[in-house]
């Protein structure tokens, strides 16, 4: 406990600890969490501001520059054969477990680039969500506004690897995320109106994902939204304003843009632009090791990818987009901003976890360089 809270009774400290993470939080809100009565809370929050830890309810302001990330929370499970796969048997494996997910892997992302960040998402009551809570706040994620649910297990992934690590079968149960309903948002409103960018996959339900577009009118954040998945990718509507950054690859778009067969978009992009068209206030399309087209207020830009040793994939696309916001969130416009997404992709590409180790700013700082002194290309 801190020096400033020693004259403070255990649970008065525990009282402020949730005011300092929610400054909006209820009396009925603390005293849920906390196991009280309402009523002690009332009186547990008097003696605080008459120790002047607080000058009131709502006073213990966030941070300037706040991220909020919302969307999925993952135990990624991966098991590779040591010899070749045979069906229908048993088959004796390396197993290895790690935390996973596209927005909680941008939310460790953001957090270890030093911006402040709250982690939004649900997880189930086991033993798998208290392991992805207690990792993120190791992380120093804000995860207090994560809900808990008894109706479904915590999200999980796992894959089936032959002795040269290619995908046999993966399996995938994400059922939980169903119960993101779009009240949600609205319960946690006061942490997305005070943020400086809001971030969220399209793990969420489709009409979770149509109240926060909706809602992002009534906010003064920058709404940023990633596709995950050409089938996740249609739970966005056909009208994207509201959206002021989306990331996506060409198959992703062309599913957004219901386009197929001739209508089918072979260019980054033309499909970047077509997603401004479509409502969004600024694109970014991957193209895998072609870089990426990037579709700002000043035009569009195409960035190659630049030079990797790559060990893993895993991870890349979280990163890349993980290090835009960072960027953007200190001020840079987007095109400075993708820049040095590209370059943190590329890193976590030369590392065998989906968050590098050593990730820091500093790391981030040192390896600046690899961009070269003009990496953009204007394709328009």
């Not at 020096?3 to 993470?21: F, G, N, R, S």
């Not at 915590?154 to 119960?179: K, Q, R």
């Amino acid at each position: 406990m801190e020096d400033a809270q020693l004259d403070l009774a255990p649970q008065e400290a525990a009282v402020l600890d949730i005011i300092k993470a929610n400054p909006f939080a209820g009396q009925q809100e603390i005293a849920t969490q906390l196991g009280l009565a309402r009523s002690t809370v009332a009186a547990h929050i008097v003696q605080l501001m008459q120790k002047g830890h607080i000058l009131g309810r709502g006073y213990v302001m966030p941070s300037e520059t706040r991220a909020v990330v919302i969307g999925g929370a993952v135990l990624d499970r991966k098991y590779k054969a040591r010899q070749k796969v045979v069906l229908e048997t048993s088959n004796p494996v390396e197993s290895s477990r790690s935390m996973g997910g596209v927005a909680r892997n941008v939310a460790e992302n953001l957090a270890l680039l030093g911006t402040p960040t709250t982690f939004v998402s649900i997880v189930g009551d086991d033993e798998g969500g208290r392991s992805l809570l207690r990792y993120m706040r190791e992380r120093g994620i804000d995860v207090s506004q994560v809900a808990v649910s008894d109706e479904r297990p915590t999200a999980e992934y796992a894959a089936i690897l032959d002795p040269e690590g290619e995908l046999v079968i993966g399996i995938a149960d994400m059922g939980i995320f169903d119960l993101f309903a779009a009240h949600h948002i609205e319960r946690i409103w006061p942490h997305l109106a005070s943020a400086s960018v809001v971030f969220a996959d399209c793990n969420l339900p489709a009409e979770t994902l149509s109240a926060l577009i909706a809602k992002r009118r009534d906010g003064r954040f920058r709404l940023a939204i990633d596709a995950v998945s050409t089938p996740k990718a249609v739970r966005l509507p056909e009208d994207l304003t509201g959206i002021d950054l989306i990331f996506m690859n060409l198959d992703e778009a062309n599913a957004v843009l219901r386009r197929e067969g001739p209508d089918l978009i072979m260019d980054a992009g033309e499909a970047a632009l077509a997603l401004q068209a479509a409502g969004v206030r600024e694109a970014v399309v991957t193209i895998g090791a072609r870089g990426i087209a990037v579709a700002g207020l000043a035009g569009l830009k195409h960035f190659p990818a630049v030079k990797a040793s790559p060990v893993d994939m895993t991870g890349a696309g979280d990163a890349m987009i993980a290090g835009t916001l960072h960027r953007l969130i200190a001020g840079d416009d987007l095109y400075r901003a993708a820049r040095t997404g590209a370059l943190l992709g590329t890193l976590t590409t030369e590392s065998s976890a989906s968050v590098h180790h050593e990730l820091s700013a500093r790391f981030l700082e040192a390896n600046m360089h690899r961009l070269g002194s003009d990496p953009a290309l204007s394709i328009a």
